[in-house]
């Protein structure tokens, strides 16, 4: 197959989906007739996605698939001394032995990153100054039109030159097509920008001959120069090295008491060797160059050690701990970072900075249109996640789901997710051992963005098609952690769902697909009720379609999903006209008391009460509760507010009540034969009856009353 691309805007580094898969992209030379191997490519749906650079915004290109796929992968990003490159400041081309080699822009220690997760690296030294051919052109006698100039040089190569591994040659500014002759080697003729030939194999040591013909088009003169330059190429091949995803690092945790995937990359056939705690684990890379080996299980621990990777080269992760370990998701209320949070809270963040034994692994808001092998992140320890937190603000982000593209920022720029870090904090002071959570979070993002493919298939829901773009989330921020062992994840997600019906299933899928990515059977999953919220900004009082379609999608997820839970927090300081509460610390601190009660069996305080059951007195409605440990009360001492009645379920009036020992007797004037109650399902309800332990009654919708 064969597609031809043209007509460029502007000159510059460039992407584009072709609608071909399982080939190798080439570009093809018609002039020529040669073609050249594309090295930066990827799977995008049913196609493939193509990265070049053009020179001049009349270039053209004919890109043909036929060639079967590089068992080595393809090669998708690049560093240069640890700082992303684009395609321009290093070009990536084969040689006839299949072995990539970059020619840069500047000297440095190179690495790329292919498909597959290898990385290969190459150090490109600096190379002699450009020998500059100025003065002694001599004109050819005119033989031809006027629109032609030839000229030609006999000049003597430095040695400096002579002993460099590839030269070009570059005629500088060219009107408008010029052709060039070294040594009797005549080269093909360029007319378009850069005007740059490799003539390497041409040169020769001492007297080199020179000759330069330029045509121009009436009514321009041709020209060229006005220096022409010989300049080493900057290039070196890369060696493909041992590897892992940026998921393992210093300072990193490893879960207790599982079996521990740790997995990366190196050449095929490659014997890999990691060494932790005593433990020995050995592997060979398979014919994709991926390999992976599992530790055993293995006691929490607080002692500082190292882990050791070996195989042509050496790795080592210092400072690694194993203790616990939890995924931290959502949109932006778990996103939210100390620069978003009551101040005050950022002050007992603070009192943390010396704790070495809570961790976090923290993703940059990133998208991908494939599934990568490699997430964009890095681990910190207490110092660096709250040292003068007020600095810490959320970089603005952009959104995949309308197709922006991602805004770079730096990883130490960014704060961790704050309702993470009191969970992990609480978790760790409660249990005694080192706790860390991966803080993977995207502010306005839908839970289609979460889910993995094999979630879909194991709920029963169809798969996204090929390209869509909530997968991209996902595709750069889930799906590379897996299958980084860990318990369980905390969740924090659903405003952007608001209007959907399908929340449930969905959140079936979540569980599903975490489930089987991270190999963890029915892989705890503890949800933070959505915050109530003026949606409708005042024009609906009544709307109740978050409760309807997220809260009741919770609730019952919390019974009937295996390894589910949810904690209330509408009683968290909250402003209904702020859609992001900034009381996060009760929120991670309860989240953790449920993963205390439900994941390690303390005896702790881990929900709210809720409904049980409500029996008709006469023309009150009594309404008693389920869960409650010290007794019913309100936040601010007057009664029992947001209770209604209705005697159709379906219209409501609002509703006196009272306390009465473990109940509450509810009843209405305007209504004497009540048939159902409900309790703050509206989306802006903030209803103040609570437990004496302190945590909030839940909200309910409505509910029959027996006779």
Known sequence: ???????????????????????????????????????????????????????????????????????????????????????????????????????????????????????????????????????????????????????????????????????????????????????????????????????????????????????????????????????????????????LPRVFGSKM?????????????????????????????????????????????????????????????????DDVLVGEVWLASGQSNMQWTWGQVLPEQRLQAQTHKDNRLVRALHLKCVSARSPQSDIDGAWKNCAEMVSNPEKFNLSSTSNPIAGQPDISCRIEDEGVSAVGFFFAAKLQKELGVPVAFISSSWGGMPIECFIPDEGYTAAGLPLPKPGDRAKTVGNAMILPLAPYALRGAIWYQGESNRGASDYFQKLQALSAGWSRIFQVKNIPILQAQIAP?????????????????????????????????????????????????????????????????????????????????????????????KDIGQGLVTSDGKPPTWFELSADGTNFVPADATIVGNTVEVSASSLREPKFVRMGWKEIALPNLKDKNGWPVFSFAAQPVAP
Not at 33 to 43: L, Y
Not at 141 to 148: F, G, H, K, N, V
Not at 535 to 563: F, H, K, M, V
Not at 589 to 603: F, V
């Open 1 to 243: 197959m064969i597609f031809f691309l043209s007509n460029f805007s502007k000159a510059g580094q460039f992407e584009v989906t072709l609608r071909s898969s399982g080939k190798a992209p080439e570009l093809f030379n018609p002039v020529t007739g040669e073609t050249r191997k594309i090295a930066r490519f990827w799977p995008d749906g049913e196609g493939t996605r193509v990265a070049f650079h053009v020179n001049d915004p009349a270039d053209s290109f004919f890109v043909v698939f036929r060639d079967k796929l590089p068992a080595g992968g393809s090669f998708v990003k690049s560093e240069r001394d640890g700082k992303p490159l684009s395609t321009a400041e290093l070009e990536i081309d084969y040689d006839k032995g299949g072995s990539l080699i970059g020619v840069a822009s500047q000297p440095g220690n190179y690495t790329v990153t292919m498909s597959t997760g290898a990385q290969q690296k190459a150090h490109i030294p600096p190379a002699c100054e450009p020998f500059v051919i100025k003065d002694g052109w001599v004109a050819v006698p005119r033989q031809e039109a006027p629109s032609t100039l030839t000229q030609e040089i006999v000049f003597d190569l430095p040695e400096t030159l002579a002993k460099a591994k590839a030269v070009k040659l570059d005629l500088g500014k060219v009107n408008v097509m010029a052709t060039a002759t070294l040594n009797g080697k005549e080269f093909e003729t360029l007319w378009m920008p850069p005007f740059e030939l490799d003539v390497t194999k041409a040169l020769k040591p001492g007297k080199n001959h020179l000759r330069v013909k330029v045509v121009a088009t009436s009514p321009t003169s041709p020209s060229f120069g006005p220096e022409v330059r010989l300049a080493p190429v900057l290039s070196g091949v890369f060696k493909t090295q041992v590897s």
């Open 253 to 317: 945790v490893l879960q207790r008491d599982r079996k521990v995937p740790i997995w990366g990359a190196a050449e095929a056939g490659e014997e890999v060797t990691v060494a932790f705690a005593g433990q020995v684990k050995k592997t060979r890379a398979d014919s994709n160059g991926k390999w992976i080996v599992k530790l055993d299980p293995m006691p929490a621990s607080a002692e500082s050690r190292t882990m050791t990777v070996k195989g042509k080269n050496e790795i080592k992760f």
């Open 533 to 625: 919220f003026d949606y409708s900004r005042g024009r609906n009082p009544n709307d109740s379609t978050l409760c309807n379609n997220i809260w009741a999608a919770q609730y019952r997820a919390a019974r009937e999903i295996p390894s589910m839970g949810i904690i209330p927090l509408h009683d968290t300081r909250i402003d209904i006209k702020d859609i992001h509460p900034p009381d996060k610390q009760p929120v991670g601190e309860r989240l953790a008391a449920l993963a205390l009660n439900s994941q390690y069996g303390k005896n702790v305080v881990a929900t709210g009460p809720s409904f049980a059951a409500a029996k008709r007195n006469g023309s009150k409605v009594v309404v008693a509760f």
